[in-house]
């Protein structure tokens, strides 16, 4: 059992409490030590990957998460499955279900995935196959308290996910139930975007954020808020105006941010957007 004591807080003015700093900012970091890390910055919430979560053991997860007073509100699951006609998927089921079980032992009230690659030439034929595949676990993780989301990602993790836009996720989601991770990252640049957070806030379960470093036409690219492309103030204001209630939780990769230092990109990125939310009235 890890015996150290509690991070001290420092007393510079408190992040806002709905900003979460993700593991991912982390990416050398157990998930106990990212855990320190987000404690240090003075924020109380982040998010974890299952993947981490089982090295770490997700008791002793929960046990760092309440000695250093920081709520691991989300954690990644794998509900991605091969969708291939006739596969063996029993393995990636268990799995998903563990993923579940460990988001209730550290207290997440939300996981989110990605789905799987697209096998079927008709996108519409790759919904209905995933609907059937993890419709079982997901009424398991909803019997459990946890409410499963998707998170749309650029077409570049087309080898991960066949969902790439705010828009597929919301018609992913109206055939089997799932919410959806928005990260502005990976949806900003869409037409409709703002519209369709308007009319669909409820199926927002957990908003990432980071900025995009210009130029660079590789991923990861991502930078810290503020520093890059992407309007993130207008978004987040036009998110919080249509309702949503839940955190923003910063995912940080890329040059910038390792040549930044990943604490200082962090801690960066905490007071901006602390900054805006009190400036929104958040």
């Not at 509690?6 to 003015?13: F, I, K, L, W």
């Not at 982390?26 to 106990?32: D, G, L, Q, R, S």
């Not at 007073?69 to 029993?90: E, K, Q, S, Y």
């Not at 990125?269 to 939310?277: D, Q, R």
Request: net charge negative; with cysteine.
């Amino acid at each position: 059992m890890n015996n150290e004591a509690p991070v001290t807080r420092t007393a510079m003015d408190r992040p806002h409490p709905r900003v979460s700093v993700s593991g991912l900012c982390f990416p050398t970091a157990t998930a106990i030590e990212s855990i320190e890390a987000v404690a240090r910055l003075g924020a109380s919430t982040t998010s974890l990957t299952s993947g981490k979560v089982l090295d770490s053991g997700a008791d002793l997860v929960a046990e760092a998460g309440r000695r250093h007073g920081v709520r691991i509100g989300t954690t990644t699951a794998l509900l991605r499955f091969d969708l291939t006609p006739g596969a063996d998927i029993d393995d990636q089921l268990a799995r998903a279900r563990s993923d579940i079980d460990q988001a209730v032992t550290v207290g997440a009230s939300t996981v989110y995935t990605l789905t799987g690659r697209r096998v079927l030439p008709d996108w519409d034929a790759n919904v209905c196959a995933y609907a059937d595949a993890a419709a079982g676990v997901i009424d398991y993780a909803t019997s459990k308290g946890i409410r499963v989301a998707v998170e749309p990602t650029n077409w570049l993790y087309a080898d991960l996910n066949f969902v790439h836009s705010f828009h597929d996720a919301l018609l992913l989601g109206a055939r089997t139930g799932i919410g959806v991770c928005l990260d502005l990252f990976h949806v900003w640049t869409e037409a409709e975007l703002l519209e369709d957070i308007r009319k669909n806030i409820e199926h927002i379960s957990h908003v990432q954020l980071s900025d995009m470093t210009p130029g660079i036409r590789a991923l990861p690219c991502r930078d810290v808020p503020g520093g890059g492309d992407i309007p993130l103030r207008h978004i987040v204001a036009e998110i919080l105006d249509a309702g949503y209630e839940g955190v923003f939780d910063l995912e940080l990769s890329g040059p910038n941010i390792d040549a930044a230092g990943h604490a200082e990109a962090a801690a960066t990125a905490v007071a901006w957007i602390s900054e805006v939310l009190s400036e929104l009235g958040a």
